[in-house]
């Protein structure tokens, strides 16, 4: 098949697709963080170094390294972190495969944080970027990555929506309170989130290394939802009533104003157009079956015998 480098590997999707790559019969190679000093480590993106020869023979590397954007306070000092994680360590990623004598493809992740908050229009990979702290960063982590172009690489951009996983992420944040009989709707509830099932997330990616996509490719369900339907939906799931909405300042208490705004209350109606156009065929299309499949492992199942 494919020998495969991933870049991130230890998160949550990097974990998960570790395992799918090898059951469909790939060569996968972690990159692996840490010392130079270290035999078993590949880079440190942090002191700016790679290992030699660390991608020699790979046919594609996809990239989802960076500091989570879900963790933390925005304070300047985690803003500057997630910067510095995304974008100096893409441009040392992307001098780095410019050295070998095969290009590799690069499949690298980005987020649909790159529309800002854009209400009910629909969001499409030529729509422009918007504004706030996400688009920057997510325009910027995305430049670093197309500059691969320039040194023969296909490069595809893949946009993440809100992944859908049991074992971490959005879902399993709302499904605490929703447990408890407490959760509701963020805010009003209406604005836009744009998911996407861990395992047709893993799926895409591998599909993007495989097949040497190039381009900007939103990887989101082709039904997006509000956020209210989205807390509903999930809670028809466990059986539990979602009555209670939680208000905008409690967010922004919680959270500081800026990143609430950005990652909770804002509306990004997006659409996978060039991926399904590309030949991709989404799994989990309608919202209820989807958290359904997730919830009881049905999807994992399922995702192990493609």
Request: proline share 6%.
């Amino acid at each position: 098949m494919a020998r495969i480098a991933i870049t991130g590997s230890s998160g949550l999707i990097g974990t998960a697709l570790k395992a799918s790559l090898t059951d469909h019969g790939h060569d996968v190679l972690p990159v692996t963080r840490g010392a130079e000093s270290n035999p078993a480590a590949l880079w440190d993106p942090e002191r700016n170094w790679v290992r030699p020869g660390a991608f020699r023979g790979v046919d594609s590397v996809i990239h989802l390294a960076g500091a989570s954007i879900g963790e933390g306070r925005w304070s300047a000092g985690r803003k500057a972190e997630l910067r510095k994680s995304r974008v100096p360590a893409t441009r040392l990623l992307v001098e780095e495969l410019a050295k070998s004598d095969v290009p590799p493809s690069l499949v690298s992740a980005s987020g649909v944080g790159y529309y800002g908050n854009r209400g009910d229009e629909f969001l499409r990979e030529e729509s422009p970027p918007g504004e706030g702290f996400l688009a920057e960063l997510v325009r910027d982590w995305e430049a670093e990555a197309t500059r691969g172009r320039e040194f023969g690489l296909p490069v595809a951009i893949m946009r993440l929506g809100i992944v859908l996983a049991k074992e971490g992420g959005a879902l399993s944040r709302l499904l605490v309170p929703i447990r408890l009989g407490v959760g509701g709707p963020l805010g009003s509830g209406n604005q836009w989130w744009s998911w996407v099932t861990l395992q047709d997330t893993l799926s895409a990616l591998e599909y993007a290394a495989t097949n040497r996509l190039d381009g900007v490719f939103n990887l989101t369900s082709p039904e997006p939802a509000r956020n209210r339907s989205l807390t509903r939906a999930v809670a028809r799931a466990v059986h539990r009533p979602a009555i209670f909405p939680v208000p905008p300042f409690a967010l922004r208490l919680m959270l500081g104003r800026e990143m609430a705004n950005e990652m909770l209350l804002a509306s990004q109606r997006v659409l996978p157009e060039r991926l399904q156009a590309s030949g991709f065929r989404f799994r989990d299309e309608t919202l209820d079956a989807a958290i359904e499949n997730v919830l009881t492992g049905r999807d994992q199942a399922r995702a192990s015998t493609v």
